[in-house]
């Protein structure tokens, strides 16, 4: 598509419950990255994906947390055991070279 | 280590009134300087950019130019519209992997 997609756009989800966030980056973008955005509060960096580099694990905010990226396309992001503080909108985005593209973001509420 | 610091919102403006919004940044070397804007509901939209010193970013009427010897980036828009409301992201990509956001400016425009 034209840009990044991600799904879903919209899930609550029950305390304790494991989601799945999915991220379709730009064809041809070789980054992908993963960012949060809390209510009221700044874009907080999570993960970065480049090729077929180890990536970069650095912003991940507990074990909980991890993403994969297959076939350096798709990417997913999995949180485990949910926490209320985890709530938030999860952006993902990609680049060609410097400049990034956001998708609209997955909205996550725990309850 | 690299940062960016945007000014403390909300900024109200009436309609057609002149817009500025404050961004300084912290980072070694030469980063690429940008402005994403996040309407209410949406993801982040790039708004403009700027690669090197002394060049002027613009879209949509807004422009900012990279000013390496003040270290800024500051936004501006010589008649704003209520269309304009949204959230402001001031950012630096410096390398290492990720882009740095400053805190966010929410602009709201009244008729």
């Known amino acids: 598509g034209a840009g990044v997609s991600q799904s879903p756009s919209n899930k609550v989800t029950e305390k304790g419950k494991d989601v799945e966030l999915r991220c379709d980056p730009i064809s041809g973008h070789t980054a992908l990255y993963w960012y949060r955005q809390s209510l009221g509060q700044g874009l907080e960096f999570l993960i970065y994906f480049q090729g077929n580099s180890a990536p970069d694990k650095s912003g991940l905010p507990s074990d909980r947390f991890s993403a994969e990226r297959t076939g350096g396309s798709v990417s997913t992001l999995t949180i485990q055991r949910t926490q209320q503080e985890d709530s938030a909108v999860y952006l993902c985005a990609s680049s060609l070279e410097n400049t990034i593209y956001f998708g609209e973001g997955s909205w996550l509420t725990v309850v | 280590g690299n940062s960016v610091t945007q000014m403390e919102g909300p900024v109200t403006l009436s309609e057609e009134a002149f817009l500025t919004i404050n961004c300084t940044y912290t980072?070694?070397?030469?980063?690429?300087l940008f402005w994403y804007v996040q309407y209410p509901g949406e993801g982040l939209q790039l708004l403009l950019k700027a690669t090197k010193a002394d060049d002027k970013g613009s879209n949509k009427g807004f422009e900012a130019t990279y000013r390496k010897e003040t270290t800024s980036f500051h936004l501006e828009k010589g008649s704003v519209q209520v269309s304009d409301s949204a959230v402001y992201f001031c950012a630096l990509w410096g390398g290492y992997n990720k882009l740095i956001f400053g805190a966010g400016t929410r602009l709201a425009v009244h008729p």
């Open positions: 980072a070694t070397g030469y980063p690429s």
